[in-house]
């Protein structure tokens, strides 16, 4: 069957069958004879039904998969702590604590579901939104679409700085080098061609292809694609990975948090339970009770709230066009106290047209200089309608301003291109005029392609300047002639005749000002790393009204020790004409100081630094390695939508400390006052079903706590996980809280002479009491309810909390509980009581905020296993994944 000059069908039996070794030692015709294709790609017909045959060229399935979020809340550790106790109280004929605590274990269950599921459906939400796109011949004509919909016999273009979409056979390139260090782990990048290889060569010598996953790191090619998602050798790699991503220092963070509540569980249980073994209480009692006082001293629904928290965040931060990658990365964006941005699209408007062609010298005029620039860029203008999908903007804007209409470019026969790259800064073309005549045109930075020239003509640096001092972003054009060449390498750009200057445009945003105003209010530090020259970063600095501080120049910091770059990054607040590998170093050196750096960029020259940052930033508009190295994409590239960010970031961690540093003291406070009580007294302070019920009910009062109101001077800094200070936090509230349990004990005992049923509401209800409002305190800094008002949410289940537990003792249920009811005078005492907690909490919150506390060292690393994850991330389907076919 065929499908037109565009493309053949593959026949099911052969899908999949043409490895990459084998594309390798063939030629270009048998490579596209076996995939059933041709140098003109396929039918879109032909793609769709090699699609549904093949499936997506995807790794990962971002579809949200309620089974398996089940699966995790019934692997954790307290809920199997919970069956246990529950099936102990069922074998032990106590049907009554068994159900309690397998309608708790439900109830526990249902809760971290619907939280984590709803945060699973915001991820979901978040990645269908972020495309990455791949330029396709389709049809004869070039396309852009989604990397997951490339299929085997596909032809693709690329271009320097895309991350290679598959398994891919060249087919034409120029001066290819390829960076494969994800697949090799070698560092310099490898030459590429279109020659066949030897049959059997190693993966590292396949010089005839380029594989999923790797960088283009210089030139451009063609090429036909092999192999797809799982049969791809990166794919391969990145499968046979654990799909759990690296984890973030929030998350570290949340470990060590843990780790604290384990100890701090097992120490106060074992203690318990041996004491009660040493006072002859009944072997299974002591068990239950002491299994209730681990799972009562943890925050069961911690992980409920801190997905609650990211899901909430998310939806956030989507309404103002703000894309995590993974929900734990907003966390991180409120930890950032460095950006450093490029100028193009944040400070300025990010538009660049083109405005004026200036000849130097009488050599040449300016509709020369213009046509030249033109014809020097990577575009194939042999065609009726010049393409230029995939170039730079400066190019784009060339092409798009209405003089190219004009040019006679249609005559010209493009010998051979020396593409763009960071290192030369400048792209170069062999061409041959009408006329005959052949020209080596060279485009570029105006230091750079100055430097290759002879004979400046008199004023060259003097107009460079004027355009620079206004602001102006300029190109400069050279050119030389040649005879007897068809092809030319780097080492041809000398001895050029400079021509003249291309002059561009880019203004400055006009909320630019603001938004870098709200930065600073952040506590943020914003730098600038461009490739632009010094005097236009900083005259678009003045403009804005940024304090820069010193201008760093690539040379000069290229001249400096790590140790004198490291001051002299305090000092500066420009970066100029620096390369990927500088904007990277000067990453590392911000980041050694302990600074959290983020790092916002969009072209093939910042990938190095999105790697190296804390937090990749990036824009839908970017080149793809920027996008695959970013953390974040802004849907705008606006500094104002990212001080947002930050700002949100800051309001889940501070919301989560409020749920961490409660939790602790107060349940802490609660079960040592628990373990002392069951010590002291001849029956048990609370039974097993009523410590979990407690904490159930306290937990749930506190799911309202991400939506809360977190005050201004919370949000000015980024703060960090401080175990020691949430140790001495336990340590000072913990006892208050067992202070008022034990003037309970004696209210019911010495008072009211109370069984063990009316004690154990008692102090039930004092103790769901003390521990929920005391978020009302532990919220903020100020002074509870004046100077800070809780959230509506949040007010509303503390008090419906409290009323439904001052209701249990009175309730149809209460002995099914084990309550019994309380006089009126127990109720005026426990709002005394309350008066004085909350009172005695804030002087001892005044006393402790007060105490200075040192700063907190935060570890920072990145791994091979964490750029694989993230470049694993592209290629992501919003459905369920087959098992490749090979």
């Known amino acids: 069957m065929t499908t037109g000059v565009a493309g053949r069908s593959l026949a099911p039996e052969a899908a999949g069958s043409l490895s990459i070794e084998d594309a390798a030692a063939r030629g270009v015709d048998e490579v596209a004879a076996a995939l059933g294709s041709t140098p003109a790609g396929l039918s879109s017909a032909e793609a769709a039904r090699r699609l549904a045959l093949l499936g997506p060229n995807a790794l990962r399935t971002h579809k949200a998969n309620g089974w398996a979020v089940l699966g995790r809340q019934l692997r954790s550790p307290i809920l199997i702590l919970l069956v246990v106790t529950a099936a102990i109280s069922l074998f032990v004929g106590q049907t009554t604590d068994s159900i309690v605590i397998g309608v708790i274990v439900i109830v526990s269950v249902g809760l971290g579901f619907g939280n984590e599921y709803r945060a699973e459906r915001a991820s979901e939400a978040l990645h269908s939104n972020i495309a990455h796109r791949a330029i396709v011949i389709r049809d004869g004509n070039p396309a852009e679409v989604n990397v997951i919909d490339l299929v085997p016999g596909d032809v693709v273009r690329l271009a320097l700085g895309a991350v290679i979409p598959a398994d891919i056979r060249v087919i034409a390139c120029e001066d290819l080098l390829c960076e494969e260090g994800i697949l090799t782990g070698e560092s310099l990048p490898v030459e590429k061609s279109v020659a066949p290889v030897v049959a059997g060569a190693a993966l590292g010598d396949l010089s005839s292809c380029i594989f999923m996953g790797t960088i283009i790191h210089a030139g451009s090619c063609t090429g036909m694609v092999v192999a797809t998602g799982g049969r791809a050798e990166f794919g391969r790699i990145a499968m046979g990975l654990s799909t759990r991503q690296p984890q973030t220092e929030f998350q570290l963070g949340l470990s060590r948090f843990s780790m604290l509540l384990l100890e701090v569980a097992i120490a106060l249980t074992a203690l318990i339970f041996v004491a009660n073994l040493l006072l002859q209480r009944p072997l299974l009692e002591s068990l239950l009770f002491s299994l209730a006082i681990a799972v009562g001293i943890t925050p069961q629904l911690l992980p409920a709230v801190v997905s609650t928290s990211l899901a909430t965040g998310s939806r956030a931060l989507a309404r103002r066009r703000v894309l995590v990658k993974r929900l734990i990365c907003i966390e991180d964006l409120g930890d950032m106290d460095v950006l450093v941005t490029d100028k193009t699209g944040t400070l300025t408007e990010g538009r660049i047209g083109f405005t004026a062609a200036l ?384 003037t309970t004990f004696a209210l019911m005992l010495l008072v009211f002479h109370a069984a063990p049923g009316e004690f154990r509401a008692g102090w039930f209800i004092e103790s769901l009491a003390t521990q929920t409002l005391i978020i009302f305190a532990i919220r903020t800094r100020r002074v509870p309810f004046f100077t800070s008002r809780p959230s509506v949410g949040l007010l509303s289940a503390v008090l419906g909390v409290v009323a439904i537990g001052a209701y249990l003792p009175f309730s149809p249920i209460a002995t099914v509980l084990g309550f019994k009811p309380l006089p009126a005078p127990f109720f005026l005492a426990l709002v005394g009581m309350i008066v004085v907690y909350l009172v005695l909490v804030e002087l001892a919150k005044t006393w402790l905020f007060a105490r200075p506390r040192p700063a907190v060292v935060v570890p920072r690393a990145r791994g091979r296993a964490h750029r694989i994850s993230r470049r694993a991330a592209r290629f992501s389907s919003p459905e369920r994944l087959a098992s490749p076919r090979s």
């Open 359 to 742: 000849p130097v010298g009488s050599g040449s005029t300016a509709p020369e200089v213009f046509r030249w620039g033109l014809l020097a860029t990577e575009v194939d203008y042999s065609r009726p309608q010049v393409s230029i999908l995939g170039q730079n903007p400066l190019d784009s804007a060339l092409w798009e301003s209405p003089d190219a209409a004009g040019a006679d470019v249609g005559t010209v026969t493009q010998l051979d291109v020396i593409p763009f790259d960071h290192q030369r800064r400048m792209t170069s073309v062999l061409v041959r005029e009408a006329t005959g005549e052949v020209l080596l045109l060279t485009k570029g930075s105006p230091e750079d392609v100055m430097a290759r020239c002879v004979a400046l003509p008199p004023g060259a640096q003097a107009l460079l300047d004027g355009q620079y001092d206004q602001g102006s972003r300029v190109v400069a054009v050279a050119s030389r002639v040649v005879t007897g060449l068809d092809s030319i390498t780097a080492a041809y750009e000398k001895d050029l005749s400079l021509a003249g200057f291309l002059v561009f445009v880019d203004p400055p945003k006009a909320n630019a000002r603001e938004s870098l105003a709200q930065l600073a209010s952040l506590g943020i530090t914003v730098k600038i790393a461009t490739g632009d020259n010094a005097k236009v970063a900083e005259k678009v600095c003045r403009d804005l009204g940024l304090e820069s501080g010193e201008t760093l120049t690539g040379v000069q910091i290229d001249a400096l020790s790590d140790v004198e770059l490291a001051d002299a990054v305090r000092r500066a607040g420009i970066f100029a004409r620096v390369s990927p590998e500088q904007k990277a170093r000067i990453i590392a050196q911000l980041r050694q100081q302990g600074r959290a750096v983020g790092f916002l960029g969009d072209g093939v020259n910042d990938a190095l630094a999105l790697h190296r940052a804390d937090l990749g930033i990036s824009v839908d508009s970017a080149t793809d390695v920027a996008k695959d190295a970013a953390d974040i994409i802004l849907l705008d590239k606006d500094l104002g939508v990212l001080a947002q960010g930050v700002m949100e970031g800051r309001r889940i961690f501070s919301n989560t400390i409020k749920y961490v540093l409660m939790g602790t003291s107060s349940n802490f406070g609660n079960m040592f006052s628990a373990s002392v009580a069951s010590v002291v007294l001849s029956f048990l302070p609370m039974l097993p079903g009523q410590i979990l019920l407690n904490n159930l009910l306290y937990d749930s009062s506190q799911l309202a706590i991400p939506g809360d109101r977190v005050d201004r001077e919370q949000l000015v800094a980024p703060s960090h996980w401080d175990i020691k200070f949430i140790r001495r936090f336990m340590l000072v509230f913990g006892p208050i809280s067992s202070l008022f349990d034990f």
